[in-house]
């Protein structure tokens, strides 16, 4: 067999047939001959593959017959104690379930795909959702859905959402008011900046900080253009008080190695503030500004166009916050 090619409709019909071309001829098979055909194997009788198939016998019969017309061969011994496979059968057989498996996955992946359940989706996120918040949310997504894939890049949050607007992402998690019009938003999780410093600072017994206690000091900047680096901008800004930038980073790991280093102190979000506080050398104490709960939100293009896939996973983002009862 070089070659076939498949025409099917949603049930197996009269029409429903593929061509096999064999050295320069063609032979054309119907799929529920074929059908009929496996069934007759496997039950070695024709009366019992008519009650399983629920078919009149004489309609299998001329099935068969029809094949081994076209075949030009015998596909069974027939004898008192019923149908036994010739070999032209035996290698018939073979390729009948090969087709009519690949002919049942292929529908079963069609309806996947209809349904949202296979394709791929393109996620841009603010690296500090992706460490809080994204890695556990897309396992349990991935869980309820394993024939998608997610393609994660990570950004600071104006490139995230431009990301989305340029159609060079289909999801975009980031915070702040970096919008561009024509977004869809919904809000995802919430989390609160406290300030980490050495146990030998100043500021280190106090039970909460305000901004402007901490703007008294050195502090490990945030990288600029990110969330974290805008609302202390615009806190240093409301203070008219200069900021004590020894260095900036980018991301909360540096900033602890920054830290432990007595090179200043720096925010970072309680989630992380409770590792670096068990695992080494530092304390945390909450900062008591209004600002200090940051806002993390999901945007995409029209929502309604959105391929089945990504809406999914909208949908899914959007849940855990109201699980988390945020």
């Known amino acids: 067999m070089e070659a076939y090619r498949l025409w099917c409709a949603s049930n197996l019909g009269e029409r429903d047939a593929f061509d096999i071309r064999v050295h320069g001829g063609t032979m054309r098979f119907d799929l529920l001959s074929l059908k009929l055909f496996v069934s007759v194997c496997e039950h070695r009788n024709i009366s019992r593959a008519a009650d399983i198939e629920n078919i009149a016998a004489s309609a299998i019969s001329k099935r068969i017959s029809l094949l081994e017309g076209m075949l030009n061969t015998s596909l069974f011994f027939r004898s008192n104690k019923g149908l036994e496979l010739t070999p032209a059968a035996y290698a018939l057989l073979h390729h009948a379930r090969v087709i009519l498996r690949d002919l049942d996955q292929l529908e079963s992946e069609l309806i996947d795909h209809a349904e949202g359940l296979r394709g791929q989706i393109r996620l841009a996120a603010s690296l500090s959702t992706i460490v809080q918040y994204l890695a556990t949310d897309i396992r349990e997504f991935l869980t309820l859905?394993?024939?998608?894939?997610?393609?994660?890049?990570?950004?600071?949050?104006?490139?995230?959402?431009?990301?989305?607007?340029?159609?060079?992402?289909?999801?975009?998690?980031?915070?702040?008011?970096?919008?561009?019009?024509?977004?869809?938003?919904?809000?995802?999780?919430?989390?609160?900046?406290?300030?980490?410093?050495?146990?030998?600072?100043?500021?280190?017994?106090?039970?909460?900080?305000?901004?402007?206690?901490?703007?008294?000091?050195?502090?490990?900047?945030?990288?600029?253009?990110?969330?974290?680096?805008?609302?202390?901008?615009?806190?240093?800004?409301?203070?008219?008080?200069?900021?004590?930038?020894?260095?900036?980073?980018?991301?909360?790991?540096?900033a602890r190695s920054m830290v432990e280093a007595k090179l200043g102190i720096a925010l970072v979000p309680e989630h992380h503030a409770l590792r670096y506080v068990t695992s080494g050398p530092l304390v945390s104490v909450p900062l008591n500004e209004d600002w200090a709960v940051r806002h993390w939100k999901i945007c995409v293009r029209d929502a309604e166009s959105l391929p089945a896939p990504v809406q999914l996973l909208v949908k899914h983002l959007s849940s855990r916050r109201e699980q988390s009862g945020e």
Request: glycine residues 8%; hydrophobic residues 45%; negative net charge.
């Open 145 to 254: 859905h394993p024939a998608l894939r997610i393609d994660l890049n990570e950004g600071l949050s104006q490139e995230v959402v431009r990301a989305v607007s340029e159609n060079a992402a289909d999801i975009g998690v980031f915070g702040g008011n970096a919008l561009i019009a024509g977004l869809k938003v919904y809000p995802y999780h919430s989390d609160r900046l406290v300030v980490i410093m050495p146990p030998d600072h100043e500021l280190s017994d106090a039970k909460t900080l305000t901004f402007a206690q901490v703007a008294e000091y050195d502090l490990v900047g945030p990288q600029p253009g990110s969330y974290l680096n805008s609302l202390v901008l615009r806190a240093a800004a409301d203070l008219s008080h200069p900021l004590r930038l020894r260095i900036r980073v980018n991301g909360f790991e540096p």
